[in-house]
């Protein structure tokens, strides 16, 4: 598998009530990524360092429910 790969920082364009502003993007995409473990759906989140950006998986986990005393689930 591929460890690094390349991609452009992109130009878009987000349009105002008064005035038309130019946002940096990164754009993610590719069956790699599932590979990687990055399912559709999933959270993740973004450490931000200067010149480095991490980006993980939020493991979530759904709470666990305890039945009360004669209750079923």
């Known amino acids: 598998m591929i460890r690094f790969r390349k991609l452009k920082i992109l130009t878009k364009y987000r349009t105002r009530k008064y005035d038309e502003t130019k946002i940096p993007e990164i754009r993610l995409e590719g069956k790699w990524l599932e590979a990687l473990g990055f399912k559709q759906g999933q959270t993740v989140k973004i450490k931000q360092q200067k010149n480095k950006l991490t980006i993980t998986v939020v493991n979530e986990q759904k709470p666990v429910r305890h039945a ?4 079923r689930f």
């Open 68 to 71: 009360a005393a004669g209750e």
